[in-house]
């Protein structure tokens, strides 16, 4: 079994559970058979369902955008019970936390499923994404900095020992960043340039003192920029999350790819392998972000971790926690 071991966890009664991660961009599900405190995954899926989609400008969630996230949630949740899971815990990040009309999407997703919405602030969502990559990558070991860059925030995380010793969550997000700058077609590389430099600036107005004190630790990243851009790094021809997994992502590498993405139409992105539908514009705004931190970190590369938040949910729910 995966997460952390226990002789004792070897004579508790099996269990069957299912974590539901609503992001600004993705619903991602996941469920597991757990006994004590490990566990392996049984089945996973997601889907693009852009539900900060126009948010930034009107401050609520647009109703096509909580239709179709909706959906999803009513459709994983009918996956997980039939499955066999006990427990479905269901949590939303950014887009819900940041949305004035989080009531009216939390009722809808309880009167389609049954099902209670946990809605997780920028600094808990960085200690449940720090669980789930430190779970799956143990040998990390000492201390590093996780940048978990998603669809409504970016969390960084400075951890030692797999602990959280300095964080920040800014609401720098691609879907946000894409809206504003990305374009159907090929790259607009003035746009591009500006993207950047507000990136750049979000990051110098909002990072601690903590996190940039030498020595420069690690870089860890996670969410579906680091890891797609990860596949493409290595030509992949079907997503291979053991691949993924600990894959280094260089700076150069993450350049070479803002070249070749670039001189593509969104359409052309989504048909390249490991690209979902409706990531194509994403990425580019995730490279911004990507390009930004390592700036900012001093960092020449980012290790991998195909493991975030759903996963931590699980740590932590079989920790003892919410």
Known sequence: ????????????????????????????????????????????????????????????????????????????????????????????????????????????VRRATGLEIHVVSGEEEGRLALAGVSGGLPDLGGTFVLVDAGGGSTEIVRAEHARPRAAVSLPLGVVALAERFVGAGPVDWGAFAAMRREADRRLAEALPAALLVPPRPPLVGTAGTVTTLAALDLGLEGYEPDRVQGHRLGRPAVERLLGRLGRLTVAEREALPCVEPGRGDLLIAGIAIVLAVLARLSGESLIVSDRGLREGIVHDLLAGGR
Do not use: K, Y
Not at 92 to 100: I, L, N, Q, W
């Open 1 to 108: 079994m995966t997460g952390a071991g226990s002789r004792a966890g070897a004579h508790a009664p099996c269990r069957r559970l299912a974590t539901l991660d609503l992001g600004t961009n993705t619903v991602r599900l996941l469920v597991v058979d757990a006994r004590g405190p490990e566990w392996r995954p049984l089945h996973e899926a997601q889907r693009v369902t852009r539900l900060g989609e126009r948010q930034s400008g009107a401050g609520v969630l647009q109703a096509a955008a909580m239709a179709r996230t909706v959906d999803a949630v009513t459709e994983f949740a009918r996956l997980a019970r039939a499955l066999g899971a006990e427990d479905i815990h269901v949590v939303a990040t950014s887009a819900v936390r940041e949305a004035d009309n989080r009531a009216e999407f939390t009722a809808l």
